[in-house]
């Protein structure tokens, strides 16, 4: 029987590079943005698109398939946003939590030097008479988190090295999103409840610190 366990989906983003002309040099940031809709297009109705990135039984015990699609970043271009199904006891475990993203990635290095990406480097789209190859690379744009108890309020760290204390970043009950987006509905709070905040000022310090990394997904 398959074990059970409450779960949050975890996404990383990795980058997509783009190729084309007699030598397959890579294009820039300007023109991955020109052909990026027919590259969506194209995606869509391929076999990439239907099957997952990695093989189910080569992810880490506790981590489990979500779901895949292509997006893009204003800074960094192209993206192939990753979603994993991963244990809440894994996640709010911070060491525990870096060493499964590790295994993640690192497997996802092989995949897109080997397996999946490596099929996808193979296929190209047309634009006008111009062919394109998409190549899926393992260096990480972004890992992305749900803060409990609130929708679509996310943290977001740029690599596994950057993650910290996310028992305090993503708990329910850390206050995070008044701290930073209404601060004063924050420093009310103890005039309201004297029983407010107590245990928790270090919590809400470290939030304060680090409030660069919450954002509302939209």
Same mark, same amino acid.
């Given at each position: 029987?398959?074990?059970? &366990?409450?779960? $949050?989906?975890?996404? /990383? !983003?990795?980058?997509?590079?783009?190729?084309?002309?007699?030598?397959?040099?890579?294009? +820039?940031?300007?023109?991955?943005?020109?052909?990026?809709?027919?590259?969506?297009?194209?995606?869509?109705?391929?076999?990439?698109?239907?099957?997952?990135?990695?093989?189910?039984?080569?992810?880490?015990?506790?981590?489990?398939?979500?779901?895949?699609?292509?997006?893009?970043?204003?800074?960094?271009?192209?993206?192939?946003?990753?979603? &994993?199904?991963? $244990?809440?006891?894994? /996640? !709010?475990?911070?060491?525990?939590?870096?060493?499964?993203?590790?295994?993640?990635?690192? +497997?996802?290095?092989?995949?897109?030097?080997?397996?999946?990406?490596?099929?996808?480097?193979?296929?190209?789209?047309?634009?006008?008479?111009?062919?394109?190859?998409?190549?899926?690379?393992?260096?990480?744009?972004?890992?992305?988190?749900?803060?409990?108890?609130?929708?679509?309020?996310?943290?977001?760290?740029?690599?596994?090295?950057?993650?910290?204390?996310?028992?305090?970043?993503?708990?329910?009950?850390?206050?995070?999103?008044?701290?930073?987006?209404?601060?004063?509905?924050?420093?009310?709070?103890?005039?309201?409840?004297?029983?407010?905040?107590?245990?928790?000022?270090?919590?809400?310090?470290?939030?304060?610190?680090?409030?660069?990394?919450?954002?509302?997904?939209?």
């Amino acid at each position: 029987m398959k074990e059970t &366990y409450d779960a $949050d989906i975890v996404q /990383i !983003y990795y980058k997509v590079t783009v190729r084309t002309g007699e030598h397959w040099d890579d294009i +820039d940031l300007e023109d991955e943005r020109k052909i990026f809709p027919e590259l969506l297009s194209w995606f869509g109705s391929t076999w990439f698109a239907r099957n997952f990135p990695h093989n189910e039984g080569d992810l880490p015990k506790g981590v489990e398939p979500g779901q895949h699609f292509l997006t893009w970043d204003k800074k960094k271009g192209i993206c192939l946003c990753v979603g &994993y199904y991963i $244990d809440q006891n894994i /996640i !709010y475990d911070t060491e525990d939590f870096k060493e499964t993203l590790a295994k993640i990635i690192d +497997d996802a290095e092989g995949q897109f030097s080997d397996g999946w990406g490596e099929s996808l480097e193979q296929r190209d789209f047309k634009v006008g008479r111009t062919r394109y190859s998409p190549q899926a690379q393992s260096n990480v744009i972004a890992i992305v988190a749900p803060v409990a108890c609130y929708e679509n309020f996310m943290v977001k760290w740029k690599s596994v090295n950057e993650i910290e204390h996310t028992d305090w970043m993503l708990c329910y009950g850390n206050d995070a999103f008044n701290i930073c987006f209404n601060k004063a509905s924050h420093e009310k709070k103890p005039q309201e409840n004297k029983y407010f905040g107590i245990g928790k000022e270090e919590i809400f310090k470290f939030i304060e610190k680090n409030k660069k990394h919450f954002f509302i997904a939209r």
